[in-house]
């Protein structure tokens, strides 16, 4: 089955740079990636995925690139800011089989 | 995006007790539901997968006779933590998507405690 081995585990980043989070993934059939933010004892929240068909994506200062042959895809934030500071998962799914999750990374923006 | 709803927000049951957590898509209709654990600064843990009318589809080592899962309605979606013990005690959080539709929403989570 699917495996995504997601890094780093803790990233901390002085306010205004920039941070990006890494994951692989295992099964070549994924297609579909998406990105969550969770903040301490809330829900995750979805802040942009990408599909198969697509090498990257952008929303504000959130992008995505998805590197198809090597099996990897990356969040990167821009111009951060407090706010930014949650935990974020990456996910891969292949077609309609279950949405398998990294480990998470603890971002934290230093003011 | 579409909303997900969880009730209750967080429950403390004494131990041998029965608890009910009930998660509704509240604008679209989830043909999918999915109940999620997760232990402190940890990532999310699939517990079992269903779609509207059909019995559930547990992950490996989750007892399904021990958290029972209805999926009676388009919109509604039951986990029931039967006989709880305090190792049952975590942050349970439902998922919803609709057919034909990659995006999945999260319930803001049940915190349950069993004393």
């Known amino acids: 089955g699917e495996n995504v081995e997601q890094h780093p585990s803790t990233l901390s980043v002085q306010e205004g740079d920039s941070a990006v989070i890494k994951c692989t993934y295992s099964d070549s059939a994924s297609n579909y990636f998406p990105w969550y933010k969770q903040e301490l004892g809330k829900r995750p929240q979805l802040i942009i995925d990408i599909r198969s068909n697509v090498g990257e994506k952008k929303d504000q200062r959130i992008a995505v690139t998805l590197n198809k042959t090597a099996k990897h895809f990356s969040l990167h934030i821009t111009e951060t800011q407090p706010e930014d500071s949650a935990v974020y998962f990456c996910?891969?799914?292949?077609?309609?089989?279950?949405?398998?999750f990294g480990q998470g990374t603890r971002l934290t923006i230093n003011p | 995006g579409a909303v997900v709803s969880q009730h209750p927000s967080w429950v403390i049951c004494k131990s041998g007790t029965s608890v009910k957590i009930e998660c509704r898509s509240l604008d679209f209709q989830a043909t999918t539901m999915f109940w999620y654990r997760q232990f402190p600064k940890q990532s999310l843990m699939l517990m079992a997968t269903s779609n509207e009318g059909s019995k559930a589809t547990y992950e490996q080592g989750v007892e399904k006779d021990k958290f029972l899962i209805n999926h009676a309605s388009l919109t509604l979606s039951t986990l029931t933590v039967t006989s709880a013990h305090p190792e049952d005690s975590s942050f349970y959080i439902c998922?919803?998507?609709?057919?034909?539709?990659?995006?999945?929403?999260f319930g803001p989570g049940t915190r349950l405690t069993v004393l």
């Open positions: 998922s919803a998507r609709a057919a034909n539709s990659d995006t999945q929403y």
């Open positions: 996910a891969a799914r292949a077609g309609a089989q279950k949405l398998v």
